[in-house]
């Protein structure tokens, strides 16, 4: 049979998780308080945040196998090709399989090799699909211990962008790349179709603890018209002041969107182009430190993901080309990483 972990032991992290819902199918992992969540997204998308993007569950055993016991939703239909339901498995810092799940709501498990000596085990949940664990198996007498790892806390806020649209799988996402190459614990609360600087996410974001914020902004305020020029300015200025309440001093970099190259001069519902948002995006930094906030930082969205990169966007010519494919995740996370260590939001490596 085995020793069997419930989700809800607490020998297990959730790391990049900012709640845990516990029910009789297993446990969610929410990137948000999950009791809060009609509060965050009032108008809907609630699903968005309790797709675990950047969440993994950790843990440290010797055992030789372990069962994952889980239940996992369809992703929502999506324009483009669509988001398949892999979990990474990560063994001492390595990915050693991308499983794919069975994404129907019903009860499923894979098992996967361990390699019978302490170990850390991250699984790396699915960046587009609701998942629930139910319990993890493993040897009968094998230890199983907290991970107890310390590491620079790293908010990131942002769209589908950063939620992971297009990669190949968890741990192959941008965000997740750039943390693992600076060595930095991940907490992603980027919502795809939902990242409009909302009060609410400021709100948790001064909550969460962080050594390091970031905040990729633009697609979904011109897309979607949740404000005008004036306005963009004024919300992004008074969304860093709300997160600076509780992180005065916390470098924070602010990036605008990248190439859109079917919007970048389309005006969005509030006659924002994209090319404009970055403008404002970049004023609203500009202003903020000119008010005495040095630590607050602007990164141009094409510095990251220009023009010379749109060939590596997910969608075919012909659509509306918006997200990195599988073959810009890493190109994105090198040139975001690039950015940051420019402008000293962290460590320059010897």
């Given amino acids: 049979m085995g020793r069997v972990v ?16 516990h029910g ?26 309790a797709m675990p993007a950047g969440v993994r ?25 669509q988001e398949q339901p892999f979990l990474d498995v990560v063994l001492d810092g390595l990915r050693t399989r991308s499983v794919l799940l069975r994404a129907d709501g019903d009860d499923a498990s894979f098992e996967v090799e361990l390699p019978g000596r302490a170990a850390l085990v991250e699984l790396w949940l699915p960046t587009y699909h609701q998942f629930r664990l139910r319990s993890l198996v493993v040897d009968e007498g094998a230890a199983v211990t907290r991970d107890d790892r310390r590491r620079p806390r790293w908010v990131h806020y942002g769209s589908s962008i ?7 799988s968890p741990s192959r996402a941008w965000p997740a790349l750039v943390a693992e190459r600076a060595s930095l614990d991940l907490t992603s609360v980027a919502l795809g179709a939902a990242c409009c600087l909302q009060p609410m996410t400021a709100r948790l974001m001064r909550d969460l603890p962080a050594d390091l914020l970031t905040a990729c902004v633009g697609i979904n305020i011109q897309a979607l018209g949740s404000h005008g020029p004036d306005a963009l300015t004024a919300a992004l200025v008074g969304f860093v ?30 006659g924002l182009t994209v090319r404009e948002c970055r403008e404002r995006i970049r004023a609203a930094v500009e202003l903020l430190r000119a008010h005495g906030d040095p630590n607050v930082h ?30 810009g995740h890493p190109v994105f996370a090198e040139r975001f990483l690039a950015a940051l260590r420019r402008s000293l939001c962290v460590p320059v490596p010897a």
């Fill in 6 to 21: 419930t989700g809800s032991d607490p020998v297990l992290r959730y790391r990049g998780a900012v709640s845990l819902q």
């Fill in 24 to 49: 009789p199918h297993g446990t969610a992992p929410w990137r948000l308080p999950h009791e809060e969540a009609r509060l965050h997204l009032p108008e809907g998308g609630i699903g968005r945040a």
């Fill in 57 to 81: 569950v950790a843990l440290r055993t010797d055992s030789r196998a372990l069962t994952c016991h889980y239940r996992a939703d369809p992703a929502p239909r999506l324009n483009g090709p």
């Fill in 162 to 168: 950063s939620q992971g649209r297009g990669a190949s």
């Fill in 241 to 270: 002041r709300t997160v600076r309440d509780g992180h005065p001093d916390t470098p924070f970099a602010v990036m605008s969107t990248i190439i859109a190259p079917d919007r970048e001069d389309v005006p969005g519902p509030s």
């Fill in 298 to 327: 602007c990164v141009d969205g094409l510095d990251v993901f220009g023009p010379d990169q749109a060939h590596l966007l997910l969608e075919p010519e012909g659509m509306d080309r918006l997200h990195p494919g599988p073959e």
